[in-house]
């Protein structure tokens, strides 16, 4: 049960036995709170169960993974985030795994700090994948899916699978500390203008502005505005010392206590 601390601990502890050494570790646990029995519990059992296994799990065998890597000479580890988690969602689910991802996002970046140079620590940030709660989800969901994401489809489990392997491998051996969303592009751009240049399509209903190509010019003001003087600088003498003084002219008479005679 990794919503113990003790059961996290004794899942290493066979991990470390069954395989004997750890060179990649992936926190890939979590809880589903979305169907079956866990999206019938209150909003603060779902925040229990998230931080339990979520974030507690994830930071506790992260960290003895880590050790044991770094003790030996090198080991890379990934944590999952969620894309939404840096620019927030609407709602109860939002809420809960905005939290908790977050805070994975945030202890990946330290952890890695900590581990480096020997261990390489990375997190993936999943947009919207198209798991068993994809598959049953309302009609609204697809539609929210084609608007928001600019390639037009669902990720899939593979498109994270494949993502990690890259991340484990060689090809990624100066790569740490990094949050990588795997999400079609989703955020990158706030309006997505029509595909083609044509004036008669609509609008989506959300686009603040048209786009540019049929916004109207700005109009000129009533009159200019006044243009103000330009006043060429001071100029400025720097100021220099005053030369020594020059010394008292050679005198024909000797001075009457130096005389010779």
């Not at 079609?184 to 240049?197: K, V």
């Not at 400025?236 to 130096?258: C, I, Q």
Request: charged content about 15%.
């Amino acid at each position: 049960n990794l919503g113990t601390a003790g059961g996290a601990n004794c899942f290493f502890e066979a991990a470390l036995e069954a395989l004997g050494n750890i060179d990649i570790w992936v926190n890939n646990a979590g809880v589903d709170i979305l169907t079956g029995e866990g999206a019938k519990l209150s909003y603060e059992e779902k925040l229990e169960a998230l931080i339990a296994v979520d974030l507690r799990a994830s930071m506790l065998l992260a960290r003895r993974a880590g050790a044991a890597m770094k003790k030996r000479g090198g080991g890379v580890i990934l944590n999952m985030g969620w894309d939404q988690a840096a620019v927030g969602m609407e709602g109860e689910s939002g809420e809960l795994f905005g939290a908790i991802k977050g805070g994975v996002m945030a202890f990946t970046r330290s952890l890695a700090l900590s581990l480096a140079p020997e261990v390489r620590v990375n997190c993936l940030a999943p947009g919207w994948i198209r798991t068993s709660w994809g598959a049953e989800a309302p009609a609204e969901w697809p539609e929210r899916v084609l608007t928001e994401v600019p390639l037009e489809r669902w990720g899939t489990p593979e498109d994270l699978a494949d993502t990690a392997l890259l991340l484990i491998s060689d090809a990624a051996s100066s790569i740490s500390a990094q949050v990588l969303n795997i999400h079609g592009g989703a955020g990158s751009c706030a309006i997505r203008a029509p595909a083609a240049p044509h004036a008669d399509l609509p609008l989506p209903a959300h686009a603040p502005h048209p786009p540019p190509h049929t916004r109207p010019p700005r109009p000129l003001p009533d009159h200019p505005p006044p243009r103000r003087a330009i006043v060429p600088p001071t100029p400025v003498t720097p100021h220099l010392p005053h030369p020594p003084a020059p010394p008292p002219p050679a005198s024909d008479h000797a001075h009457p206590h130096t005389q010779l005679h």
